[in-house]
């Protein structure tokens, strides 16, 4: 009988239940959206920020024997424990990684920075750089380069175009694979192979630095930073302030941005279902009267209610969480390109957050419990 | 016969307003009675106070050696439930609820449902083809019908019926008299408030209520009223 | 006669109305609030995104190619192009000027350290320096605004003194010639006398080139090269709008001599502040130089702004919705709650306009009144909304009053005339009898 109610009751008063249902699902797609949203923004902003370069680097331990810091004689560390780290790093929290040896070689006389790299890992740790040509897919690949574009207007140089490298006594040829236009230092560099590199300067072995990429903010490439110094103890192993900290700041500011906002929004949401289901609560109040004067207690009475309304948030909520789901992958796919994938987790909360709200708007009726039958039946 | 309500010295105020002034009187079992008078007169506070749905703090009103006046907020549930059946003027059926439901409603709260038993007691009242109707579906005689049905099912001692005609038409007026004459004639007590002298004719015996007191509490059957 | 019904509709049952007039007010707080700072946050963020750093780089226009690692120039002193600092004050007249939100000039110059008997690189830059403006103010600028995540252990060296910071991994390395508070003695090779004693007043840790380096006062750095006045590239920080498609056309404009912009283009282009354009005219007024964009800030920055921006319109959108969805509900309910009002007043002979009228009239005064306190509660909650996330508390923009307040009119109107339309069917009866 208890279910009999519960369904008749949402049967017969489906007219009434209208602005309650509505109010349900859409502020169950409201928050439904907002919260599969904000879970999935940080994520995406975290990577958006990796365009900004390397926020590592791996750099000679201070007590290395004693260089000048003038680049014709570079400062250097043994290369073979950091590639080999390099290459088993976990691509899910590195973005990239790549080690680098400058040496000032001579082009057409001209003294120019020449820097060997993983050629395949520089379109991922600089993102931003405009390219004219192809970039090399191989790190193995000896006879590319890249070249800078105040380098390639120096010298003359068109992608295709070979480029002779002297260093002392030594000469390399490449092909200039693309022309890069970074706007920053890169443009007065070439970039060819790290073993082309070695094997110029007869350093073989050997590195400046190595530089990595880690998606994250401020503390947790700090605490990436920490995990590295330990598997490299013979070098310092130091986060690259302008990166990570002007990222950590941006990243908790815009955070808490949309945090708030959709904390506002939620508040609001439930304070529009509270109100509506409280106004059909009211509604209510003769049948209640009624089922008094029948000798129903209060609290059986109220439960039917209760069960009615928390049907309604139930059924509702969990409309309107799918609904917000497919709206934050739409908005996803509006604000970043790429769509937001909804957490299974916001559907339960979703429909337990309006059940409780729903819930909340009945529970007035609760109250009248002391008050007489003939009372709520004559209509105070 | 014995005793089925016993009102001694029964008072009631609504703010300064006094609604029942020290109001006496007895009702034995089986007697169908008139309670009469001018509205304000007290007739309907008395009878939800009988019925358990409105309560006072002096005075006593024993119903089937219950006094309703003691009674705490659990107590008049079970009261309501077990001992009394009423008939309201406005019907007050529950409009998304079958009139089977309705009947099974009562059930319900009393103990369990029985839709045999409910549908049965339909059908005593001339509504058996019309136990699936929704009140919206049936007329206003056929909803006090079912009100009665409601009122009987769990076999109450006492019945309260306040202005159980009021809404009505007169064919429809006549078919729930006669409803009530036939549960009159099986034996049950019946409280009816009435402001009409025709009906009150109907019952045993009259009791004229006016501010709150009783007028005339005439022990034996009136003289019949000339016309 | 209406306004006397408004009245005494509006007097009763003030309990009633106590949660539709908190939605109500509550919605439109939230409305007003969101709006506010959907309006300022592009400025907000973009201000926020300077603790990047400079954007623009502005270098001499004929130079030989710079033998450049991380940033620091190697060149020797003879070698390449120089710009002249006495003309930096211009950048403070373009037309851009106060986006412009600070400058600094670089010249890296290799000298010989007495205390560690080897060379080393100094970069002679400005930390806080007042540039002398052709108007006749000064502006305060240097690497503090262009380089804010340079920070050091001690302090920085004062404008045109006498002191340095040493990058720390050099300090590591020299640990007795490189301390705080000692002096150190430069000259500009192992040869030459007559060099500068500067005193260590901070350590420098970036993770950048400068930690292998000794900051010196720009003049410092003048003096030992030989160059004096002069420097060799320029960091700009300046506010931009992120570029968009007339962006990209007036910078391919600058080098595609047959991409030519109409004149309104060229009006809106100039006028916006695309970094394309505030390089243009940075160059206009420093004759001989190259200025880009450093793509890797300038980019990220872009992006990141416009993504975030679309993202908070959509917030601002669904908070909006949910203050609409709040204020119509309300309406609704209320008309639906007082169907027995409405019977009775049809009972009475009143016409379903002048019933109708009654209630709309109620709901939407109701909603002024909720709108016009919800506007003061968000202007409140938006300046301190601004004042957590930004530090500066957002000002309350006066125009969305009359917004707002025509929004809560708009929604308490059509929130309440779909239950009115249908209270116009009721009969009197029906309603009065409770159904």
């Known amino acids: 009988m208890f279910w009999r109610l519960v369904a008749q009751l949402l049967r017969g008063s489906r007219g009434r239940l209208a602005v309650a249902i509505i109010a349900i699902v859409s502020g169950a797609a409201v928050i439904s959206a907002l919260l599969n949203l904000d879970l999935g923004v940080q994520n995406k902003l975290t990577q958006e920020f990796r365009t900004l370069g390397a926020n590592i680097v791996i750099s000679p331990a201070g007590d290395a024997p004693a260089q000048s810091s003038s680049p014709d004689v570079p400062t250097l560390m043994p290369a073979d424990d950091v590639l080999q780290t390099l290459r088993q790093l976990p691509p899910a929290q590195v973005t990239a990684a790549a080690p680098y040896l400058y040496i000032v070689a001579r082009s057409q006389n001209i003294p120019v920075v020449v820097a060997g790299t993983w050629l395949d890992q520089a379109q991922k740790l600089d993102a931003t750089w405009k390219l004219d040509g192809n970039w090399v897919a191989s790190r193995e690949d000896d006879s590319h380069c890249l070249v800078g ?106 955070r808490l941005l949309i945090i708030s906002m959709v904390l506002l929004i939620l508040i609001l949401t439930a304070l529009c279902v509270l109100a509506t289901m409280a106004a059909l609560a009211m509604e209510r109040r003769k049948d209640v009267g009624l089922m008094k004067s029948l000798g129903g207690s209060i609290s059986r009475i109220v439960g039917i209610f209760l069960a009615e309304v928390g049907v309604l948030g139930a059924a509702g909520g969990l409309l309107g969480a799918v609904l917000g789901a497919g709206l934050s992958y739409w908005m996803g796919l509006r604000v970043f390109g790429t769509a937001i994938a909804p957490r299974w987790e916001v559907l339960p909360a979703t429909v337990a957050l309006m059940v409780v709200v729903a819930l909340t708007g009945a529970l007035p009726l609760r109250m009248l419990g002391n008050v007489k039958p003939a009372q709520i039946l004559r209509g105070e | 016969m014995a005793t089925l309500v016993h009102v001694e010295n029964l008072r009631k105020e609504f703010g300064n307003v006094r609604a029942l002034d020290g109001v006496s009187f007895r009702v034995n ?199 | 006669m209406f306004a006397r019904l408004l009245g005494e509709s509006f007097a009763r049952n003030p309990r009633r109305k106590l949660l539709t007039a908190a939605a109500l007010v509550i919605g439109m707080a939230v409305a007003t609030a969101t709006l506010t700072i959907a309006l300022e946050v592009g400025d907000r963020l973009a201000r926020e995104f300077r603790s990047l750093g400079a954007n623009l780089l502005v270098t001499p226009e004929s130079d030989t190619l710079p033998v450049e690692i991380g940033g620091v120039d190697y060149r020797p002193v003879d070698e390449g192009a120089y710009l002249n600092e006495a003309d930096l004050g211009k950048l403070k007249t373009i037309f851009w000027r106060h986006n412009v939100l600070g400058f600094t000039p670089f010249l890296d110059v290799p000298a010989y350290v007495l205390e560690t008997g080897g060379s080393t690189t100094l970069i002679g830059t400005w930390y806080q320096h007042e540039v002398p403006v052709p108007d006749g103010t000064k502006f305060q ?99 931009t709008k992120p570029a968009d498609a007339l962006a990209e056309r007036g910078e391919r404009a600058q080098t595609d001599k047959n991409l030519q912009l109409t004149p309104t283009e060229y009006d809106r282009w100039f006028c916006s502040p695309y970094i394309s354009s505030i390089g243009f005219q940075i160059r206009t007024v420093l004759p001989g130089t190259e200025v880009h964009a450093i793509r890797r800030v300038a980019e990220t920055e872009g992006r990141i702004l416009t993504r975030v921006g679309t993202l908070l319109w959509i917030v601002t959108l669904a908070a909006l919705g949910a203050a609409v969805l709040a204020v119509a509900a309300t309406s609704a309910t209320t008309v639906l709650e007082r169907r027995a009002e409405i019977g009775v007043m049809k009972a009475l002979g009143a016409s379903n306009a002048l019933v109708g009228g009654i209630f709309l009239a109620e709901q939407v005064l109701l909603a002024i009144a909720g709108g016009a306190i919800g506007f003061f509660l968000g202007a409140g909650l938006a300046r301190f909304l601004g004042e957590s996330v930004f530090g500066t508390p957002a000002s309350p923009r006066l125009i969305l009053f009359p917004v707002v307040l025509a929004l809560a009119a708009t929604i308490a109107m059509i929130g309440s005339l779909v239950p009115l339309r249908r209270a116009a069917h009721f009969r009197p009866a029906v309603i009065l009898r409770g159904e």
């Not at chain 1, 175009?161 to 706007?183: F, P, T």
């Not at chain 2, 009423?86 to 449902?113: D, G, K, R």
């Not at chain 2, 929704?134 to 076999?155: F, M």
């Not at chain 2, 109450?156 to 007026?173: F, M, R």
């Open chain 3, 141 to 239: 600028t240097g690497a503090s605004a262009t380089h804010p995540w340079w920070k050091v252990s001690g302090t920085w060296f004062r404008d045109d003194s006498d002191e340095c910071v040493v990058g720390s991994t050099l300090a590591e390395k020299y640990p007795a010639a490189f301390v705080l508070g000692k002096t150190i003695r430069l000259a500009a090779d192992r040869l030459s006398g007559g060099g500068r004693s500067l005193r260590v007043t901070g350590i420098i840790s970036t993770g950048g080139a400068e930690d292998n380096a000794v900051l010196v006062p720009l003049s410092v750095a003048q003096g030992i090269s030989g160059h004096p006045g002069k420097f060799r590239q320029l960091f700009v920080s300046a506010l």
């Open chain 1, 149 to 254: 574009h105040n380098v390639a207007r120096r010298l003359h140089l068109a992608p295709g175009n070979a480029l002779e490298l002297h260093y002392l006594d030594r000469g390399v040829q490449c092909s200039v694979a693309g022309i890069v236009d970074a706007g920053d230092s890169e443009d007065n560099q070439i970039f060819a192979s790290l073993r082309a590199v070695q094997s110029l300067a007869n350093l073989p072995g050997q590195i400046s630095l190595a530089q990595v990429s880690v998606a994250g903010t401020a503390p947790v490439v700090a605490g990436y930073a920490t995990h590295l110094a330990t598997v490299l103890p013979q070098f310092q192993v130091r986060p690259i302030r302008q990166v990570a900290e002007a990222e950590g700041a941006l990243l908790g500011r815009i």
């Open chain 2, 29 to 227: 079992a089986g007697e169908w009675i008139a309670i009469m008078g001018p509205s304000g007169s007290g007739k309907t506070t008395l009878i939800n106070i009988l019925g358990g749905l409105d309560t006072t703090t002096t005075g006593q009103a024993i119903v089937d050696g219950t006094d309703v006046v003691r009674l705490d907020e659990a107590g008049l549930t079970r009261f309501r439930a077990e001992k009394i059946g009423f008939i309201f003027q406005q019907f007050h059926l529950v409009p998304y609820l079958t009139a089977l439901e309705n009947v099974m409603l009562a059930q319900y709260f009393h103990s369990t449902t029985d839709e045999k038993e409910a549908q049965q007691s339909l059908e005593r009242v001339g509504l058996g083809d019309r136990i699936e109707h929704l009140p919206s579906q049936l007329s206003g005689g056929e909803q006090q019908r079912v009100a009665v049905a409601r009122a009987l099912i769990n076999h109450p001692k006492l019945i309260l019926a306040d202005e159980p005609t009021g809404n009505l038409d007169e064919a429809n007026e006549e078919i729930v008299l006669s409803l009530l004459r036939e549960l009159h004639g099986e034996g049950h007590t019946i409280l009816m408030v009435t402001h009409a002298a025709t009906i009150g004719r109907l019952a045993d015996r009259r009791i004229e209520f006016a501010h709150g007191r009783l007028v005339q509490a005439a022990a034996a059957p009136l003289k019949p009223e000339l016309a």
